[in-house]
C-alpha cells in the first residue's frame, strides 16, 4: 500500500511539472510518465498539450498518447472529448482511438455526433476511428448510418461532406446494405 502512495504521489508530481515553463522538466516529467503512466496519465497530458507546449513537448505527448494501451483509456479519452478547456486538442484525443489500436466499439455514437458537429479535421478522426475498428455493434451501425445519412444531406463544406459520406459507405458495407 506504501509502494502504491509513493507512486502515485511521484506520478502526481509529474503531472504537475507538465505544466512547467522548463521544457527540460516538462520533458523529464514525460519519461516518468511514460515508465509508469496508466489511464489517469491521459487527462494532465491532454491538459499540457493544450496549453501549446514547445514542439519537442508536444511531439513526446502525442507520442506517448498514441502508444497508451492502459485498461481504462478508451474511458479517459471518451471523457476528455467532453471537456471544453480540452477542445483545442479534440483532434488530436480522437487520433488516439486509432493510432493506439484502442477498442472503443461501445461508442460509435460518440463518434458519429463528432463527426456531424465537429470541425472537418475531427470527421477526418472520426471517420478514421470507424474504418480501423473492427466490429461495431448492428444497432448502433444501424443509428449511426440514419444519421450520418441525414447530416450529409445538411452538410455545405463539400469536404466534410465527403468524409460524412465516407462514414456511411463504411456502415453501410458492414450492414450489407
Given at each position: 500500500?506504501?509502494?502504491?502512495?509513493?507512486?502515485?504521489?511521484?506520478?502526481?508530481?509529474?503531472?504537475?511539472?507538465?505544466l512547467s515553463d522548463d521544457d527540460a522538466t516538462a520533458l523529464t516529467a514525460l519519461t516518468r510518465i511514460g515508465n509508469e503512466g496508466d489511464a489517469r496519465a491521459i487527462q494532465p497530458l491532454l491538459t499540457a498539450l493544450a496549453r501549446n507546449p514547445a514542439p519537442a513537448v508536444a511531439q513526446r505527448i502525442t507520442s506517448l498518447l498514441y502508444q497508451v494501451k492502459a485498461a481504462d483509456a478508451t474511458d479517459a479519452l471518451i471523457a476528455a472529448l467532453d471537456e471544453p478547456a480540452l477542445a483545442s486538442v479534440r483532434q488530436t484525443t480522437l487520433a488516439t482511438f486509432w493510432n493506439a489500436g484502442l477498442d472503443a466499439r461501445e461508442h460509435l455514437d460518440r463518434f458519429i455526433d463528432m463527426a456531424i458537429t465537429g470541425s472537418a479535421e475531427e470527421c477526418f478522426e472520426c471517420l478514421t476511428i470507424i474504418e480501423n475498428q473492427e466490429l461495431w455493434p448492428d444497432k448502433a451501425a444501424r443509428s449511426g448510418l440514419a444519421r450520418t445519412r441525414k447530416a450529409i444531406e445538411a452538410e455545405a463544406?463539400?469536404?466534410?461532406?465527403?468524409?460524412?459520406?465516407?462514414?456511411?459507405?463504411?456502415?453501410?458495407?458492414?450492414?450489407g446494405a
Open positions: 500500500m506504501a509502494e502504491k502512495n509513493t507512486r502515485a504521489k511521484r506520478m502526481d508530481l509529474a503531472f504537475a511539472a507538465l463544406d463539400t469536404y466534410k461532406r465527403s468524409m460524412l459520406e465516407g462514414i456511411a459507405q463504411d456502415l453501410a458495407g458492414r450492414l
